[in-house]
């Protein structure tokens, strides 16, 4: 088993935003597989999907929910891999409401918050390059080529 991010969306809604965030992941080179999960709507299948990446040792999850943020939360606080929050937001009110939702999370709960996609997946391969020595030279690279672009 290699790593793998795990998108999971609050509704189908969040597709455009979470096939942003699959194609930056897929560009490391890392797996990703997308659910569609309401934590409020049907928390037995987001605690399914929990449950049953559990045992995986690389995984990280990547959150994709507006409004009332309870599937960072709710994921973050059943899971032993890490969480990131990328709540989508479609203008600057929307915006306001998603990111305070995402940042406000319980103690013990610890999603953490990204909101662009690219630096999501930048955010996940640096966090696979702890334990994996060509993802690190992944990362080392395009900060290689970030530095090189202001020469």
Same mark, same amino acid.
């Given at each position: 088993?290699?790593? @793998?991010? +795990?998108? =999971? ?10 096939? &942003? ?9 890392? &797996?990703?597989?997308?659910? =569609? ?12 999907? +929990? %449950?049953?990446? %559990?045992?995986? %040792?690389?995984? =990280? ?28 937001? !479609? ?24 909101? &662009?996609? !690219?630096? +999501? ?5 640096? =966090?696979?390059?702890? +334990? ?5 030279? !992944? ?11 202001? @020469?």
């Amino acid at each position: 088993m290699g790593m @793998k991010v +795990v998108i =999971i969306m609050g509704s189908a809604a969040d597709q455009p935003w979470a096939d &942003e965030i699959a194609t930056a992941v897929k560009a490391w080179g890392i &797996e990703v597989v997308s659910h =569609i999960s309401s934590a409020h709507k049907v928390p037995e299948h987001t605690m399914g999907l +929990v %449950q049953r990446y %559990q045992a995986e %040792q690389q995984v =990280i999850y990547v959150t994709v929910a507006g409004r009332s943020n309870a599937l960072s939360g709710a994921v973050a606080a059943n899971s032993v891999h890490p969480v990131i929050a990328c709540p989508p937001f !479609k203008d600057k009110a929307d915006y306001l409401t998603n990111i305070h939702s995402s940042l406000q999370m319980p103690s013990d709960v610890p999603a953490l918050t990204v909101l &662009e996609p !690219k630096n +999501v997946a930048a955010a996940c391969a640096r =966090i696979f390059g702890l +334990v994996d020595a060509g993802m690190r030279s !992944k990362v080392a690279g395009r900060l290689s080529e970030v530095k090189a672009s202001f @020469k």
